[in-house]
């Protein structure tokens, strides 16, 4: 069995305060966007993980294998078709996570408490349950949904930089007022992501800003056709097109 596993982007994302343990309450719009990953599922004598990208850890570090442990399945196959890149603030192993969470729960007939375990694996893998947009407070697993909007169309700037989402917590200061709180503490490490937001703004995006912790940066386009001639302007740096995506 095949299933899509949806990239997510940030809107907003602020950091609230620093809790007693050692999380970061925040408060963010999630969105799900058409890039995305493919699972593939297949029962089997025994565990295994393999991934189309040789830099993915394929054993017990890797949350879809944490997933399946969690849920007691131990009698599947798991391949990964990455396309999602890793450190990009994109969720791409959230969305592994919760994928691997509902497939197998439905697969092997198993009744667990989902979003418990989602939020034991990670703190964005909740969303990756409720997905479209929505509104994320607590360590991003209060979750509201709100409506889906109209498809928009996004160019993701996706640096070589990698960011480790903890490393960006301890960084960031509590109390600014930026559309993502993690941009100032990133962008003063990584200039040249700066410089690529505000490309993205000189090609003609209505909205630009890094998603996550980083490091990518997206653009906000007011038609398919402004985005794709702002990608030619990007030969630099790996980019690709996606649009939002609506809840299941
Ligand atoms: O939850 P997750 O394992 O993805 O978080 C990785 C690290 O990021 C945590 O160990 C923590 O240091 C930091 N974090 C945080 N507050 C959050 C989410 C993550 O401080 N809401």
Sequence with gaps: MQVPSYAKINWSLRI?????????????????????????????????????????????????????RALGVDRVAIHIEKRIPAGGGLGGGSSNAAVTLMTL??????????????????????????????????????????????????????????????????????????????????????PRLREYKQRLLDAGATFAAMSGSGSTIFGVFADDATRDAARATFGDVRTETATTVGRA
Excluded: W
């Design 105 to 190: 729960s439905k697969m092997f007939s198993i009744d667990a408490p989902l979003d418990r375990i989602a939020l034991q694996l990670g703190s964005d893998v909740p969303f990756f349950l409720v997905g479209g947009r929505a509104h994320g407070t607590g360590r991003g697993e209060i979750l509201t949904p709100l409506p889906d909007i109209d498809p928009v169309p996004l160019l993701l700037v996706m640096p070589r930089e990698r960011v480790s989402t903890r490393e960006a917590f301890q960084l960031v200061k509590i109390g600014g007022n930026a559309n993502n709180d993690f941009e100032e503490p990133i962008f003063a490490k990584h």
């Design 16 to 68: 609230v305060r620093k809790r007693e343990d050692g999380y970061h309450d925040i408060d963010t719009i999630f969105q799900t966007i058409s890039l995305a990953d493919t699972l593939t599922f297949e029962r089997a004598d025994r565990f295994a993980l393999t991934c189309s990208d040789r830099t993915v850890p394929v054993d017990e570090r890797n949350l879809v294998a944490k997933a399946a």
